[in-house]
């Protein structure tokens, strides 16, 4: 495939993402890849292809005395650097081709073998900050193209269909959207009207939500969306990520950040029944915009502008003068 912007940085997996001593599989621009953490903490990354008969490393396992990776067809091994383990040792020229991985704050990133055509941004270790790292939601696949999924991102008025019944959201102001380079920020306030008694006793996480929710987005073109927003319960920020998979398939996850104070939190399991129902809205939003974006016929000009759509313009830009 032709890779989707390439130079670019890609945030593949939080490290919480992968275990320990657990092969890890991910498709990066149509190249299947298998990472894997030690108990030391170290990160390795391989292309998922055996050299000896092509199996997928992936369905494999890891040693953890040799600190290797091993192949499920012939139980070869292979370390971190794609070297063959031979009288207990791995040496010689690496055989499996090896992923570069660059590792900052839990976050791992990748340029996918490509030459850097943009730094690893700084905006989520600056943004996350006096946050607590709640977990990991909605970890899917996008059956769509790049750029589909990340328009979706930018479109500051999706969230009235698209998230309508989640949130009972009614009107959304915006009241800034700047952008520099590769960087935008928006400021906006969700209007709200009240859930129903069913929809808090599924999701007890709306209780915490008032009627207007000012919130802000912070970008970084193209792996990276930060939502963050002060509720009556304290700060969430959640750091929306994608990357591309095939040429119409992408992936998305979301990390998600707290800094949650209440009296509540006194009661014993409040605090953890709430956390994991935030997990859980967070999960749901991911859905709806998989649905929203796979269920959209093949592009066409727009013959009908909303307000506000400048930023939609700005991210299609930045992605094809590429
Ligand atoms: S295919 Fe991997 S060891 Fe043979
Ligand atoms: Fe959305």
Known sequence: ????????????????????????????????????????????????????????LSDGWICEANNTITCPYHALEFDG???????????????ADKLD???QDDLIWTYGGHEPRLPIPDLISTQIKGFRFLGVAGNKSIQAEFLRCIKINY???????????????????????????VAARVVQTF???????NEILQNPSLLT????????????????????????LGKVLQVFILYPEAEQRTRTFVLFYGNLQSPLFLIPGVKAVLERSLLDST????????????????????????????????????????
């Open 1 to 56: 495939m032709n890779p989707t912007l390439p130079g670019a940085p890609w945030m593949i997996a939080h490290r919480s993402m992968l275990g320990i001593n657990k092969p890890y599989k991910l498709t990066l621009n149509g190249q299947d890849y298998v990472l894997w953490q030690n108990r030391g903490g170290e990160i390795f990354a391989l292309e998922n292809v055996c050299p000896h008969m092509q199996a997928p």
């Open 283 to 322: 999960a749901k939003v991911v859905e709806q915009d998989v649905r929203a974006v796979a269920d959209l016929y093949p592009a066409q000009k727009p013959k009908i502008r909303l307000p506000k759509e400048e930023i939609l313009l700005y991210v299609e830009q930045l992605y094809r003068n590429w």
């Open 191 to 197: 209007l709200r009207t009240e859930n129903t008694v």
């Open 155 to 181: 479109d500051f008025n999706h969230q009235n269909g698209v998230h309508r019944e989640l949130f009972r959201i009614q009107a959304n102001l915006v009241e800034l959207f700047e952008q520099k380079g």
């Open 101 to 103: 991985l660059v590792v």
């Open 209 to 232: 939500l008032p009627k207007q929710i000012k919130n802000e987005l912070e970008y970084s073109f193209p792996s990276t969306t930060i939502f963050k927003a002060q509720l009556p």
């Open 81 to 95: 650097a794609g070297r063959l383990l031979k009288d207990g040792a791995a040496k010689g020229e690496p055989l």
